[in-house]
């Protein structure tokens, strides 16, 4: 089993930036892609950005490409999203997950427990 625990989700005005951290444990955090999804309130979950073990793949929807980051230290076996210029529209809880790397829901067999994000106007 792998565990995995976001943080760093809060309030934050339209036009600011948060970062959200995802550590794991367990398992072989390395052996596994890693992604964000978020669900905003009423909606189903959506991906919004994906990263391979070795760093080497990186995907992001088109709402957040060129305002978000996602980014992994396999030796501290935690994943990051720094997210930039944000809307009210990324209000939503956000999610970690591990499998192999895509935009899907299927390809993630591990979740974390989401931490809300609110980008107040």
């Known amino acids: 089993q792998l565990q995995l625990v976001e943080s760093g989700g809060g309030l934050v005005q339209a036009g600011g930036s948060l970062r959200l951290s995802c550590a794991g444990s367990g398992r072989a955090f390395s052996d596994y892609a890693t992604g964000w999804f978020r669900q905003p309130p009423g909606k189903e979950r959506e991906f919004v950005a994906a990263i391979s073990w070795t760093s080497a793949v990186e995907l992001y929807a088109d709402s957040v490409k060129g305002r978000f980051t996602t980014s992994r230290d396999n030796a501290k076996k935690t994943i990051y999203l720094q997210m930039n210029s944000l809307k009210p529209d990324d209000t939503a809880v956000y999610y970690c997950?591990?499998?192999?790397?895509?935009?899907?829901?299927?390809?993630?067999?591990?979740w974390g427990q989401g931490t809300q994000v609110t980008v107040s106007s």
């Open positions: 997950a591990a499998g192999s790397v895509g935009r899907n829901v299927r390809n993630y067999d591990y």
